[in-house]
T-cell receptor
Framework: SQQGEEDPQALSIQEGENATMNCSYKTSINNLQWYRQNSGRGLVHLILIRSNEREKHSGRLRVTLDTSKKSSSLLITASRAADTASYFCATEAGGTSYGKLTFGQGTILTVHP | NAGVTQTPKFQVLKTGQSMTLQCAQDMNHEYMSWYRQDPGMGLRLIHYSVGAGITDQGEVPNGYNVSRSTTEDFPLRLLSAAPSQTSVYFC?????????????FGPGTRLTVL
């Protein structure tokens, strides 16, 4: 079963707007990661946030993590048409699950020029 | 560095045929994984390896075998292909940075089983 549930499933915005995607998970984690997938391509790592961190920034990306609610959000500011892609959250549980990622179903983001 | 490479890019099989999907990485990563991606299902872990000679099952291992004889290579074998195995297969590699693994993905193999 999928660890992560993402919403919305699809998001359509205009260039320059901000895009927010949410991810919820079920079990305790070591870290949570966000990946991007352009159509027909492999996934590319965007950002990783550890369980003891609450917020992290990378360029136009801002990730938050609330372990009490088992949820995370990815904010892309000042979006561009080139940000059009699918975005996935993935959790790494640690312990005996060390090195294994469990992915959510993804959010399809479309940014209109 | 070529990163993670996968061959073939596309494959069509008939039910019951067997084949091996190849995966190689040149980053000396200790961890390697195989995922399948189906529409609306995200990625599901098939098998993974924490080092040469060590493999373990993921969420959907049935119908697939793996082995890891070298750090670089992690082939995925389909024993007797079934239409339910029609999917896009991704290989990934990673190494631990202070207890966290960022994965590097290959371009994928699109498999159709008739």
């Amino acid at each position: 079963s999928q660890q992560g549930e993402e919403d919305p499933q699809a998001l359509s915005i205009q260039e320059g707007e901000n895009a927010t995607m949410n991810c919820s998970y079920k079990t305790s984690i070591n870290n949570l990661q966000w990946y991007r997938q352009n159509s027909g391509r492999g996934l590319v790592h965007l950002i990783l946030i550890r369980s003891n961190e609450r917020e992290k920034h990378s360029g136009r990306l801002r990730v938050t993590l609330d372990t009490s609610k088992k949820s995370s959000s990815l904010l892309i500011t000042a979006s561009r048409a080139a940000d059009t892609a699918s975005y996935f959250c993935a959790t790494e549980a640690g312990g005996t699950s060390y090195g294994k990622l469990t992915f959510g179903q993804g959010t399809i983001l479309t940014v209109h020029p | 560095n070529a990163g993670v490479t996968q061959t073939p890019k596309f494959q069509v099989l008939k039910t019951g045929q067997s084949m091996t999907l190849q995966c190689a990485q040149d980053m000396n990563h200790e961890y390697m994984s195989w995922y399948r991606q189906d529409p609306g299902m995200g990625l599901r872990l098939i098998h993974y390896s924490v080092g040469a000679g060590i493999t373990d099952q993921g969420e959907v291992p049935n119908g697939y075998n793996v082995s890891r004889s070298t750090t670089e290579d992690f082939p995925l074998r389909l024993l007797s292909a079934a239409p339910s195995q029609t999917s896009v297969y991704f290989c990934a590699s990673s190494y631990s940075i202070q207890g966290a693994n960022e994965q590097f993905f290959g371009p994928g193999t699109r498999l159709t089983v008739l």
